[in-house]
């Protein structure tokens, strides 16, 4: 009896480390429910663009400009009515969709912003619960959905916010750990992940695995690890926040891999190699990150390309190509870092689609445009670099 016992708390102790540790989960791809898409419409925009850009982000298919002036303009994809303009037409030029707004992210087919009194407002896919609000309904419009937050970072099916007191809250997309809550279990409503944190000062996400930066750039990570983006020596996905990494200022994390900025200006990297993504000058993976670049001082992460600024203001690049990302004029994939653009002062890297602003003020555009992310007018791709112009 002795010995069945304790056989039967073996089997308990393992089952324990394997729910703390993940098994790696299968993930879904474009969401199933996808309702029918409606024909691409061409919009005026009468928002002057001139000097005015303050940041960009992209989601897989669509992408967002945030102007100085605290208008958030959208144009791509919108599916899942992931605009917020209330119906599913896709848009290929920019629109303003909402004001008042001091950040902006995007998910795959959601977005979500923070508006300067705190407030946080949601649109798009809602499957899984990411916009948290306590249900799987797809919101059509900008709605409120939660308060007191200062920083926020969408993945592919889940959210993640910094709130004022330093709190972390969660919800939406769950099965590799993503949310750091201890389990695997997807959250329809915002849940408090973690509250030791007082000196969090920012998040970010990848399509699946997330991070939390703190005070000193102490790095958190949690969620899917398969390739090892999480950057902590091994391949095993975790449900728990666990320090990654140290002297940490801004993370970039693609759909597999992960891009790290460290306060020295080195770049750092960790994750899925498939497409030379990670810039090593081979095609293998790596589970702890390793220095590839100097002098860097912005970063973006496609779905399998990546992005590097550097303090001349020379943009690199390295990965897939096969969407003509590079804007270098052919379609070939790269394992090592090439000059695609100089004069380049931001950078914003969609799934596969990349946006930059010149020094001039200019906003130029390349690769995948099938759903008018590109905001050129039309739905044709591109492998050189065009203006997007208003």
């Not at 002795?2 to 102790?13: A, D, N, P, T, V």
């Not at 597999?256 to 993504?277: C, E, I, M, P």
């Not at 390793?290 to 303090?311: D, R, W």
Request: proline share 2%.
């Amino acid at each position: 009896m002795k010995k069945y016992l304790i056989i039967l708390l073996i089997i308990i102790i393992i089952s324990f480390a394997c729910s703390k540790k993940g098994k790696n989960p299968a993930l879904p791809g474009t969401p199933t429910e996808t309702p029918t898409i409606t024909p691409t419409l061409t919009f005026t925009n009468t928002v002057n663009l001139s000097n005015n850009v303050g940041s960009i982000e992209c989601g897989d298919y669509h992408t967002s400009l945030l102007t100085k002036d605290e208008k958030l303009l959208m144009t791509g994809s919108n599916w899942f009515y992931q605009l917020g303009l209330n119906d599913n037409y896709d848009r290929n030029k920019l629109i303003q969709v909402i004001d008042n707004v001091k950040e902006a992210e995007c998910g795959g087919f959601h977005n979500l912003v923070v508006k300067k009194d705190g407030t946080l407002w949601g649109t798009g896919h809602n499957g899984y619960g990411q916009l948290g609000t306590g249900d799987a309904n797809t919101i059509t419009v900008w709605t409120q959905v939660l308060t007191d937050v200062n920083k926020v970072t969408a993945g592919n099916r889940h959210s993640i916010v910094l709130k004022n007191d330093g709190t972390i809250w969660a919800t939406g997309f769950n099965t590799a750990g993503q949310l750091g809550t201890g389990d695997f279990n997807d959250r329809r409503q915002w849940y408090q992940v973690l509250t030791y944190v007082a000196d969090a000062i920012d998040v970010f996400s990848g399509d699946y695995h997330s991070f939390v930066l703190r005070t000193g750039g102490i790095l958190l990570a949690t969620g899917y690890n398969y390739y090892g983006q999480l950057g902590k020596g091994d391949n095993y996905s975790i449900n728990e926040w666990t320090p990654v990494c140290n002297n940490v200022s801004k993370v970039a994390a693609g759909e597999f891999h992960t891009l790290v900025l460290k306060t020295d200006n080195t770049l750092w990297v960790a994750g899925r190699n498939n497409y030379g993504q990670l810039g090593t000058a081979d095609n293998n993976d790596l589970n702890t990150f390793a220095q590839v670049l100097t002098g860097v001082i912005e970063i973006a992460a496609g779905a399998s390309h990546s992005l590097a600024l550097l303090s001349n203001n020379i943009l690199m690049a390295t990965g897939c190509n096969e969407k003509g990302q590079f804007g270098n004029g052919n379609y070939n994939n790269s394992n090592t870092w090439i000059q695609v653009a100089t004069g380049i002062q931001k950078i914003a890297a969609g799934k596969e689609h990349s946006i930059i602003l010149k020094l001039d003020g200019n906003l130029w555009a390349t690769g995948n445009n099938d759903y008018g992310q590109l905001g050129r007018g039309n739905t044709i791709s591109t492998n050189t670099w065009v203006k997007i112009s208003n």
